[in-house]
């Protein structure tokens, strides 16, 4: 409901503007005409901010900007009415932190908001009376290992013995996947997309016959950069910053999770529920950065859930990952289904083909061409 589409208007860069971009991250001043407060920031946590916003308050992109932008990137400079309260909101939800919380980000448009255009201000007898919704997501583990036990290296160890073990997993080191790929951004239609990855964390995916001009849509990870390619976003090549960045390596290093042990320093663990079927949570973190939750099931020992977080000057964007249909490719178990849900789109992936240790041209994993 989100995702908006566009014929759209590209910005065109200068070639000395390219060339400084390799250095640098793209800013929002090297892009946006009309931007007031939400300076200073990445492309890609501003275009998360604005995910952020349509998320809470449930509205539209072009709610708040006007129905125009539907087609053009520019036409979201022109100013609005909801634009205008929404940066007056900026500021106060500032002001708060600054008197209230010594500037940490307690307050959010989220906390008022929940979801609605305008927050409530009397409680409801239906929601004090019934049954809390309990959001899996929302659980904050905080079993740590006590002396001479680990209970995260368990379910961890457990996972990995479940998809194979790790000799199995370590003779794995290349993928070439075929699939299918449906979300906002093609009408809900499946298209065909493909996955082409090298231990440990370098992945590319392409998704063919996006949106309205049918482009494919790319997203890769070099191993240390990475960067969106989509007719669907206000720059021809995104390059992925902080949270985002994070999840792309996140994403490929787990289509090799041998190494999961490595990936974060600090982990936890809790229990949830997911449908109502029990999950065990494993929670990683590294210092500075959002904390990603792991879901398990207990029985089969397999991840079910991946939850991450893109930090942003406005608040965490969550980004939920669901995995099943495991199926075997050379004796490792791959989930062969993903649900990608985040502020933006949803989106499901089935894969159809997994060819493992094919030979993969390193130029698959390199800078994308504007
Ligand atoms: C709650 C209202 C609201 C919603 C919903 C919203 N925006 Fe915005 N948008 C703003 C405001 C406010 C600004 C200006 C920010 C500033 O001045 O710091 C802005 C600025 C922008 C700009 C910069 C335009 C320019 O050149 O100055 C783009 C692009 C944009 N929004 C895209 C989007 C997209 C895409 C979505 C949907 C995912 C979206 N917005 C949802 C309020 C909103
Ligand atoms: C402290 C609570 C609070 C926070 C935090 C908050 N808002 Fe609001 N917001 C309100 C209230 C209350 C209203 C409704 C005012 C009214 O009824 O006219 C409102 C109204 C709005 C409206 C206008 C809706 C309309 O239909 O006129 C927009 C847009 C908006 N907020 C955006 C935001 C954004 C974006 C953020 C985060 C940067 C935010 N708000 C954070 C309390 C809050």
Known sequence: MFLMMFVGVLAVESASAQAAQQQKPLMVEDVFKNVQILKGIPVDEFMDTM??????????????????????WAKYADDTPLKQTARRMMQMVTAINKQHFAGARAVTCYTCHHGTQRPKAVPSLVIQYSAPLEDPNEVDPNEVGVTGQDPAGLILDKYIQAIGGAARLASVTSLAVKGTYSGYDTYHQKVAMEIYAQAPD???????EVGPTKADSVKVYDGRAGWIVSGNKPVPVMPLTGGNLA?????????????????????????????????????????????????FDP????????????DTAIGPVPTQIDYSD?????????????????????????????????????????????
């Open 51 to 72: 995910g952020f916003f349509a998320a809470a308050l449930s509205l539209n992109c072009t709610e708040c900007h006007t129905p125009e932008s539907e087609n053009s």
């Open 202 to 208: 370098r992945a590319a995916t392409i998704v063919h």
């Open 247 to 295: 999840g792309a390596k996140l994403d490929a290093n787990l289509l090799f999770p041998a190494q999961i042990k490595q990936a974060f320093t600090q982990w936890r663990t809790g229990t949830a529920a997911i449908d109502d079927h029990d999950v065990q949570v494993v929670q990683g973190a590294n210092a500075g950065q959002p904390p990603v939750k792991l879901y």
């Open 299 to 310: 029985n089969s020992g397999l991840l079910v859930r991946l939850v991450r977080y893109s």
């Open 326 to 370: 495991y199926r075997d490719v050379s004796g490792v178990k791959i989930p062969f289904r993903w649900t990608v849900t985040w502020t933006d789109n949803q989106t499901f992936i089935q894969l159809t083909e997994v060819r493992p240790n094919v030979p993969i041209d390193a130029s698959r994993f390199a800078r994308p061409a504007q």
